[in-house]
């Protein structure tokens, strides 16, 4: 192998480590579009194939149909991997510009193969042959069946074509769905320019606030003296409302924001047209594949089996919720008449941020910037890596320099199984890169994991081990002062490292599911939850917690702030969530068009029992509700609630033999490893729960977690 890929460029090299220096954005221009071209031919030659040998009536094998799909799929990977991850992390004009030129030609590729008839039928063949597969070849094969019958490979003559206009009619109105959004929020401002307008603003807002106002003309403006521009965008809409002591103020950008995209004075951005034509077609691609809704089509690739039994848990939820949701209201009221204020006998939506927040202050004076100093990134890095030990039995070390990467910051670490601390001796299983810092203007926000090389055997036995990508965004060491975390960026530490750890702790060596391959949507956040759940476990917090310059211990009051704060407001935060994805599920089974009822009626119909503040008469929120509208969630929005119980529930595993009995804590780890982190999509996530927990989940946990008491 190597001898004959030895000339090939460094962005086709397709198996390895990346040698990121050579991924240059005129190596993208030259061999991509050779890729797209040779995989292409190879697609059709295998079509060919196994076209004549369905005609003849020759037995398919595995090794036959899925593993030459498995390499295609592999070196398009690889390479527009490397591409992708050099974009979101090393981004310059022109890799950008590079990227998106060849984007159009992968998803191509990707469409191609997947509703390809020939291979669709070869899949099915391979199926009816069964006895052959074991559990997990049979498991990657429905799911392959699966998705290219949701793609609409089983459908012919005008109902394909039907079919797919309507995709292509959904695809452009999803991208207009959230262009007008963007138009809505960015077409409102307030320019506030007497210094009373502003009052209760923390320094870091009227920093952005006069920022924003410059760059819309007044070079003059300064935070201490205005003027500042008020936008709808998150990082300044939110902050404003939790903070500014102006109530009429709150009350007017809070109208503006549950109003955009609705037509509404006068505005030509409308999305209510969008949303009926939407839910109009989803229904009737729905109808053409075969299921009843949109609602049967989301189900059919997750975990949850249906919309009764993703329902119930939304009820059990709710009915905790509510009650402890009218409690923090009354609570908020109190809070209001307390300081005497005019509105203590009429909370409105505006209201509730600001008196929250003061609340919050009053109850934990808890300030995250201070707790910063007793959360230096290498000493957090040891308290995960030692927690990783405790639980799963691994040692993880560094290896900087052992591999090539893309920054001088990035850092390589290596997994190793029976290893004794220092010596470096044990069995490798995996690595992976961590890119901790943030980089204005060339990496994206946000964290994330990524899948640098998944674990598969090559055809001369060996073993590719997998790698991952975790990248984050926390503010840089400056000087002698190392990176210093809010206990947020070490919980997001935590949550992308748990992905990493189900990518990485893998034991299935078929790539199509090892790993976080072939996990439904709604089960794959498990791992990556489960694991902040460590950051509130005193022996895993306070053995990472310390001052870096006088090696003080975390005062034993904040960490109690840290758990109190935890549950605050608990019950408003888990109804909101129930709320959103009811009305997401009830709009993709229950409404129907031409039947009287708009979606906004149906929507304020389920507000009645899942908000304590009814919706004002404005409130048109769902013509800014992106994810169902313009993202991946339709009728999936609850996915977020229903991982959030696996994960809880996993954790109550470790809470019901005791936190502090070493013995059983390392047990339960190790079955946690064994089920949950080993088995990836090899196995259905109902099925590996079981394994793990001895029984199916239950939401208790993640109730009482949430501060709350079940009905
Ligand atoms: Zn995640």
């Not at 020759?58 to 030459?68: F, K, N, Q, Y």
């Not at 052959?132 to 949701?150: K, P």
């Not at 401002?189 to 502003?198: A, F, M, N, P, S």
């Amino acid at each position: 192998m190597s001898s004959s890929t030895a000339a090939l460029p460094e962005i086709l090299r397709g198996e390895g480590l990346p040698n990121f220096e050579a991924v240059t954005p005129g190596a993208v221009s030259a061999h991509i579009p050779q890729l797209i071209q040779e995989l292409d031919a190879e697609l059709t030659g295998l079509e060919q194939q196994l076209g004549s040998a369905l005609e003849s009536g020759t037995p398919l094998s595995w090794s036959a149909v899925m593993d030459p799909l498995q390499r295609l799929g592999e070196r398009l990977r690889w390479s527009w991997g490397v591409v992708s991850h050099l974009n979101g992390v090393c981004n310059s004009p022109e890799l950008r510009e590079a990227h998106a030129a060849q984007q159009a030609a992968v998803v191509q590729f990707g469409n191609r193969a997947g509703q390809s008839q020939v291979i669709y039928k070869a899949l099915e063949q391979l199926q009816q042959q069964g006895g052959a597969l074991d559990a997990a070849q049979q498991r990657i094969l429905s799911a392959e069946l699966r998705d290219m019958q949701l793609r609409g490979v089983g459908l012919s003559g005008s109902e394909q074509e039907a079919f797919n206009s309507a995709s292509q009619e959904l695809a452009e109105l999803s991208t207009r769905f959230g262009n007008q959004v963007l138009d809505a929020t960015n077409g409102w401002t307030l320019k506030l320019i007497e210094r009373d307008q502003v009052d209760g603003l923390p320094t870091s807002l009227l920093d952005q606030l006069a920022q924003a106002a410059r760059q819309a003309g007044d070079s003059e403006a300064t935070a201490e003296a205005g003027p500042w521009l008020l936008g709808l965008d998150m990082p300044r809409y939110a902050p404003f409302l939790k903070y500014s002591r102006r109530r009429d103020l709150r009350e007017q950008v809070y109208r503006a924001h549950v109003s955009r995209a609705s037509g509404q004075a006068g505005s030509e951005l409308n999305n209510w047209p969008l949303i009926e034509r939407i839910l109009t077609l989803r229904g009737e691609q729905a109808k053409r594949l075969g299921y009843a809704n949109w609602a049967e089509v989301s189900l059919a690739a997750k975990m949850a089996d249906s919309e009764a039994a993703v329902e119930a848990l939304l009820e059990e939820l709710r009915a905790a919720a509510y009650p402890a949701a009218q409690q923090e209201l009354e609570a908020l009221a109190a809070c209001a008449s307390r300081h005497g204020a005019a509105e203590a006998d009429d909370l409105q939506p505006w209201d509730v941020s600001f008196w929250a927040e003061k609340l919050r202050q009053e109850s934990f004076e808890l300030d995250s910037e201070a707790l910063r100093p007793y959360f230096p990134l290498p000493q957090v890095l040891e308290g995960l890596f030692a927690l990783c030990s405790r639980l799963f039995g691994i040692t993880i070390e560094a290896v900087d320099g052992e591999a090539p990467v893309w920054h001088s910051d990035v850092r390589y670490f290596r997994i190793l199984e029976g290893a004794q601390a220092g010596s470096g001796a044990g069995t490798p299983l995996a690595a992976f890169y961590l890119d901790p810092y943030s980089r204005p203007g060339s990496k994206r926000g946000g964290a994330w994991m990524d899948e640098c090389l998944v674990r598969s055997r090559r055809p001369d036995g060996t073993a590719v081990l997998p790698v991952a990508y975790l990248i984050c965004n926390q503010s840089p060491p400056v000087g002698d002062t190392p990176s210093l975390m809010t206990f947020e960026e070490v919980e997001t530490l935590f949550h992308e490292f748990g992905h990493g750890l189900q990518h990485m702790l893998t034991t299935v060596e078929r790539p199509q599911a090892a790993g976080i391959n072939g996990v439904e949507w709604d089960a794959v956040e498990l791992p990556s939850q489960f694991m902040e759940n460590w950051c509130y476990d005193r022996a895993t917090l306070m053995g990472m917690a310390r001052h870096w310059q006088n090696g003080e211990a975390l005062p034993e009051a904040e960490y109690r702030k840290l758990l109190a704060a935890r549950t605050f407001m608990g019950g408003s935060a888990t109804l909101r969530q129930v709320h959103f994805a009811l009305v997401d599920l009830k709009l993709h089974s229950q409404w129907q068009p031409g039947s009287g009822q708009s979606p906004e009626a149906l929507r304020r119909q389920i507000a009645e029992s899942t908000t304590v503040l009814a919706p004002i008469d404005e409130d048109a929120f769902l013509c800014s509700f992106g994810h169902i509208f313009a993202g991946g969630y339709a009728a999936g929005y609850y996915s977020y609630k229903w991982a959030e119980v696996l994960s809880a529930d996993a954790f109550s595993a470790f809470e019901e033999v005791g936190l502090e009995n070493e013995e059983r804590i390392r047990d339960t780890g190790r079955r946690f490893r064994d089920t949950v982190l080993s088995l990836g999509g090899s196995l259905d996530p109902k099925q590996v729960f079981e394994a793990f927990r001895g029984r199916q989940p239950s939401s208790e946990a993640l109730i009482r977690h949430s501060g709350l008491v079940a009905v």
